[in-house]
């Protein structure tokens, strides 16, 4: 005897009911759910610095977006490996997505170091909004190790050190912890002797006399105690730094089309501006803090100070130029674009 099902006929009377009052058909779940991806975020910055809380919100716009397959986990304070090695570390998977400083690897990025040359940038958030419009072009070739997600910059720092500093002069004989490697280069351009420490190291250098300066932005003097070895510091949005946060490749091609699309979503210029906005301004506020100590010097330059410092970085466009020149690329034509996204967005010197 053959037996009947109901089941195909009962939805069939169902759906009919349901049409004839006005009731939308019921959505049917999915039959397969996104394998949960675990993503490490590797951030070689105290947790007190404001790029940490920053960046967890970001992480969890990921997670929420994700509807919970993509989990993510955050180790700053170089629990995963030093500041210096972020860019490999993605490469090779020891953490999924990085905080990166191209500059503490000279030469090796010498596209987007454009960025780093003194005097190119007044203001965070639109130099933020600018570097990273303009580098996500160049960044599959430059970065081609690793899945770009975005670049960004910190608010402007200057030179801080025991010894008052007024005009490029002043550099020769000292030993300078530089920002990055365009500074570097200025340091020896000006006579100086460059000092190679990350930021979680830059005090210690100072403290034992190694450094006699440092470039780096305001907030952060305090975050890292570099307020304690240092007393004169120059008025002036003098360089920025350049940075990405960058993803390994085959962690990112493993993630389904609905999780790339998670992530690119994430990945984008207006991320960049709201992920690094809270560091903007805990760096600006840093200058005014350090203008109410009593024993702390800050002072502008005149017009001709102004002059005889941009006159002195003026090599630095030229070799940018040549190191780019060297990768096969054409450096006129990156910079001239460079120059125009800047001016699009309002955030040049």
Known sequence: ?????????????????????????????????????????????????????????????????????????????????????????????????????????????PIIAVGQIPFTFSDAKKGTAALDAWYRKLAATEMKDTHFCFAFIHDPGTYHGRKKVMVPEDIKGMKIRPAQSTIGQMVTMMGGT????????????????????????????????????????????????????SMNKAKYDAMSPAQKKVIDDHCTGEWAVKL?????????????????????????????????????????QKAWAEAVKKTGADPEAIYKDFQATVSKYGAGF
Request: hydrophobic share 45%; proline share 8%.
């Open 194 to 245: 460059n000092v190679q420490a990350s930021a979680p190291e830059a005090r210690e250098v100072l403290e034992r006399g190694v450094a006699d300066g440092i470039f780096f932005p305001w907030g952060s003097m305090f975050l890292f105690g570099l307020d304690k070895v240092t007393k004169y510091h120059i008025d002036v949005p003098l360089y920025s730094t350049v940075f990405t946060y």
């Open 276 to 316: 690094s906005s809270p560091w903007h301004d805990f760096e600006a506020a840093g200058k005014a803090k350090m203008k109410a100590l009593s024993d702390h010097e800050v002072y502008t330059l005149t017009p001709d100070q102004l002059k005889q410092w941009q006159a002195a970085v003026a090599p630095l």
């Open 1 to 109: 005897m053959k037996t009947r099902t109901l089941a195909p006929k009962l939805a069939l009377a169902l759906g009919l009911l349901g049409s004839m009052v006005g009731l939308a058909p019921a959505v049917a779940p999915a039959l397969a759910q996104d394998k949960t991806v675990d993503l490490k975020i590797s951030i070689w910055l105290p947790p007190a610095h404001p790029l940490v809380p920053a960046t967890k919100e970001w992480a969890e716009s990921i997670t929420k977006a994700s509807n919970g397959t993509i989990k993510t986990a955050i180790f700053p304070s170089e629990q995963l490996g030093k500041a210096f090695d972020h860019y490999d570390m993605a490469r090779d998977g020891i953490a999924d997505l990085t905080y990166i400083n191209p500059g503490y690897q000279p030469g090796r990025f």
